[in-house]
């Protein structure tokens, strides 16, 4: 976030009262644990590509719930 022209980062604890659920919304393909690196670039250098996920994976388990609940 950029307040007043300046970064602005916040930490949230994960068990905080104050937080009621955590969704996932795009998930990074990286080889660091650790993102630190990412604070001091800005624009295109601060992209991560994103991890696309295999089509088996999730479409299997996908299609066989609704073929369990036919029979």
């Avoid at 300046?6 to 660091?32: C, H, M, N």
């Avoid at 601060?46 to 066989?64: D, F, H, V």
């Amino acid at each position: 976030k950029i307040s007043s022209g300046e970064g602005v980062e916040r930490t949230f604890q994960t068990y905080s009262p104050l937080i009621a659920a955590i969704e996932v919304k795009r998930r990074g393909d990286v080889r660091r644990a650790k993102l630190y690196y990412l604070r001091e670039r800005s624009g295109r250098s601060a992209r991560i590509k994103e991890k696309l996920q295999l089509r088996g994976a999730k479409s299997a388990a996908a299609a066989a719930a609704p073929a369990a609940d036919a029979q």
